[in-house]
Nanobody, 121 residues
Framework: QVQLVESGGGLVQAGGSLRLSCAASGSGFSVNRMGWYCQVPGKQRELVATLTNSGTTDYADSVKGRFTISRDNAKNTVHLQMNSLKPEDTGVYYC???????????????WGQGTQVTVSS
């Protein structure tokens, strides 16, 4: 069983910074990819940034140059440093992890509970 525990959301003024963290707890798996998605009311969840275990990153165009994703492989933790925040960055940010299980070798995707990020103008 795996659980993704997120932290770091909150309210910040435009131009400010926040750092989100997500830890995957449990055992019997390896993490292939972790990342963050954002959802606003009435819209689908959208990619913000992801990072594979080989170090490949993928960012939404809207956050390139402002957000940085990083990972502590030993702790199965991913961080999202968000700088120069804009009101349009407001939303619920969900952590995502793609895991491979040692028993059977299957791969599954998992979501965190979400953390609210609000950027005021």
């Amino acid at each position: 069983q795996v659980q993704l525990v997120e932290s770091g959301g909150g309210l910040v003024q435009a131009g400010g910074s926040l750092r989100l963290s997500c830890a995957a707890s449990g055992s019997g798996f390896s993490v292939n990819r972790m990342g963050w998605y954002c959802q606003v009311p009435g819209k689908q969840r959208e990619l913000v940034a992801t990072l594979t275990n080989s170090g490949t990153t993928d960012y939404a165009d809207s956050v390139k140059g402002r957000f940085t994703i990083s990972r502590d492989n030993a702790k199965n933790t991913v961080h999202l440093q968000m700088n120069s925040l804009k009101p349009e960055d407001t939303g619920v940010y969900y952590c995502y992890a793609r895991l491979t299980w040692a028993l059977g070798g299957g791969s599954t995707g998992h979501w965190g509970q979400g953390t609210q990020v609000t950027v005021s103008s």
